[in-house]
């Protein structure tokens, strides 16, 4: 590894200037607020040019056209690093356009569009068809060579899908469906501390000051993973959070059981078909088996103080979560 001593009294080690795709989205927005909030980066956005996306103030907006990629390329020169935040249904050669316009723009680190599970878990990159075609992003950036991939691996938003009743815990309806017996648990995260996770990865220093500098910099994560989560939660547990949340009784709503391998298997079935229902309930199952693929702060560790990560209230997210639900804004959560 390379030490900041050795190079010129002129070399920055650190990140200033990022751009990132996906500024006004779900986990995007709170990214850039988060990078806003450090006072130490000039964030831009990259948008199509036809977007009707409104961004905070002190962001720049580059408008491009992804069927130009001179245009991807001039927008991104002089960024040191790239954040691709996309939508699951988005174009999956819009990410592959990206990361050759980095490469094209020497831009030295990409966030690819990970934000998810532990996809450097083998059993869930094999079965989770979406966690394969990332790790094919991560092997084209390596292979061009120019820039280096940091991945997050936040697992499930929790206050996201627990409005959307991914955890097979519907609010509105009073209902639940625990998967086995409910208890096993897997990480998951809230859409503030991945942007906080974001935003205190990149401002760490490039790379350490000398050999005896053993503070959290970017070198330890080139190429590699970054785990972070706000809580280990099994169902019966985030079903005890929305009782106290609303006051409420495992009696006043229904609660029933189903094999978490049989609504695995049902929901690649579904997706096989066409029903893209059926890929999310598979992989928020998958997540779930016994196997502990899902609790990757137990297999693999958590990085969350390495960056100063907080420790966050359960109940104050469940409300956020309900309330979203209740106030009928989980569309546009």
Not at 195 to 208: M, S, T
Request: some cysteine.
């Amino acid at each position: 590894m390379s030490y900041a001593n050795q190079y010129p009294a002129s070399f920055k080690n650190h990140i200033e200037k990022i751009a990132i795709v996906g500024a006004s989205g779900q986990s995007g927005s709170y990214i850039v607020d988060a990078l806003l909030k450090t006072g130490k980066h000039k964030v831009t956005a990259i948008t199509r040019a036809d977007s009707n996306s409104k961004f905070p103030a002190g962001v720049e907006v580059k408008r491009v056209d992804y069927d130009d990629q001179s245009s991807l390329v001039e927008a991104l020169q002089g960024q040191e690093a790239l954040i691709i935040t996309m939508g699951i249904m988005a174009p999956q050669d819009q990410q592959t356009k990206l990361i050759e316009a980095a490469a094209a723009a020497k831009i030295a680190w990409i966030v690819p569009n990970e934000f998810g599970g532990d996809n450097a878990n083998e059993s869930l990159l094999r079965d989770i068809p979406i966690n394969a075609v990332k790790a094919q992003y991560r092997e084209h950036i390596e292979k061009l060579g120019v820039s280096s991939w940091i991945g997050i691996c936040c697992n499930f938003w929790y206050d996201y899908s627990l409005s959307l009743g991914n955890f097979s815990i519907d609010i509105k309806n009073r209902t639940a469906t625990l998967w086995d017996d409910g208890n096993t648990r897997i990480n998951t995260s809230t859409l503030p501390q991945v942007g906080l996770g974001v935003a205190n990865l990149l401002n760490l220093k490039v790379l350490p000051d000398n050999e005896q500098d053993t503070s959290p910099c970017l070198a330890n994560y080139k190429n590699k993973f970054v785990y972070i989560a706000s809580f280990c939660l099994s169902q019966r547990e985030m079903l005890a959070s929305v009782l106290r949340v609303t006051n409420a009784t495992e009696e006043d709503w229904k609660i029933d059981y189903r094999p978490v391998e049989e609504v695995f298997k049902e929901g690649v079935e579904k997706f096989q078909k066409g029903d893209f229902r059926g890929m999310l309930s598979g992989m928020y199952a998958r997540n779930f088996f016994k196997d502990n693929a899902g609790n990757y702060g137990l297999t693999r560790g958590l990085d969350n103080e390495k960056l100063g990560l907080p420790k966050e209230d359960l109940d104050e997210f469940t409300k956020v979560a309900v309330e979203a639900v209740e106030n009928g804004e989980v569309a546009n959560f």
